[in-house]
């Protein structure tokens, strides 16, 4: 393949990702993640993970796409935006808002399908397979690669113009592409997220203790939270947004675009009363196809009890 054709290949598939509603794309070529490997090694051997022990499993293919894809050649990284255009009643109970909409697995994987199909039909026969936070990648590891922002603090994927609110997903394919490079850091002498985080989760810069997050103990974990967190929670419910809320890139954050991520009106208007007095049926009518399901209705009532 010349690269004049990688050139146009490549121009080709961001621009069908922009016609799709992601934020952006990048690429890079796929290979073993060689920085990537002692961070995660050392991470597991801290038990940063919990009870999440699915991070122990496929070490390799963690760290190496082509071991997951067979003969793939490129990973094509995409943002898609979950930033609300309205938030929850402030005297409530909160949520992270990437769970104010439908679920974004089943949003992003017809848009990354949609995607394939395009660069089959227009470039030719080319094999891959779509990812959205549901296999062994390490998403925001080849995000940070192909240029769409940097690893900061938090541990989130930060790009300068829009913050950090927005899902990553990727196909990989077994096609040659043009690559991007990586961008620099841009976090600075800042501290924000290391200081705000409500339980000490971000153990030092750039590392999430994982088994501390409130969206560990809220989503993950499934037996009672542990006692010594009572009064730290900050009226989270449902995951936590507040390293990202308070981190100052965020401000250039923009409401998203996608009607599938707009929010159950009721959702918004849920007072802590009503949240106490949420009933299994509401639970199930309210949260059809919401990310909020993953707890389940008795998680959520353990998540509510622990908050008093």
Request: proline share 4%; with cysteine; aromatic share 12%.
């Amino acid at each position: 393949m010349s690269i004049n054709s990688k050139e146009i290949y490549s121009k080709f598939i961001k621009e069908e990702a922009k016609r799709l509603g992601f934020l952006s794309c990048g690429i890079s070529k796929a290979g073993f993640l060689e920085q990537e490997a002692p961070r995660l090694e050392k991470w597991l051997k801290n038990n940063r993970n919990g009870q999440m022990t699915y991070m122990e499993n496929h070490f390799d293919k963690r760290l190496d796409p082509t071991l997951l894809v067979e003969d793939s050649k490129s990973v094509v990284s995409l943002l898609l935006n979950y930033y609300p255009d309205s938030f929850q009643n402030e005297e409530s109970f909160k949520i992270s808002k990437y769970a104010y909409g439908q679920d974004y697995h089943f949003v992003i994987k017809d848009k990354l399908k949609e995607l394939l199909h395009s660069i089959q039909e227009n470039i030719g026969d080319v094999s891959g397979r779509a990812f959205v936070d549901s296999a062994p990648v390490l998403d925001k590891a080849w995000a940070a690669k192909s240029g769409l922002g940097w690893i900061g603090k938090n541990s989130n994927l930060i790009t300068q113009k829009v913050g950090s609110f927005y899902f990553i997903a990727e196909l990989i394919i077994d096609l040659d592409l043009e690559y991007d490079y990586a961008v620099t850091d841009h976090c600075g002498s800042c501290t924000a997220c290391l200081d705000a985080c409500p339980t000490q989760a971000i153990v030092a810069p750039y590392v999430v203790d994982g088994s501390k997050c409130i969206s560990y103990y809220t989503i993950e974990l499934k037996e009672n939270i542990p006692l010594d967190m009572q009064g730290k929670f900050d009226e989270w419910m449902f995951g936590c947004d507040t390293c990202q809320d308070v981190c100052p890139w965020n401000r250039f954050s923009k409401p998203h675009a996608e009607p599938l991520f707009s929010p159950n009106s009721e959702l918004l208007s849920f007072s802590k009363k009503d949240w106490d007095e949420i009933t299994e049926e509401t639970f199930k009518v309210v949260f059809k196809n919401s990310p909020i399901k993953r707890t389940k209705f008795e998680g959520l009532k353990r998540n509510i009890a622990f908050l008093k």
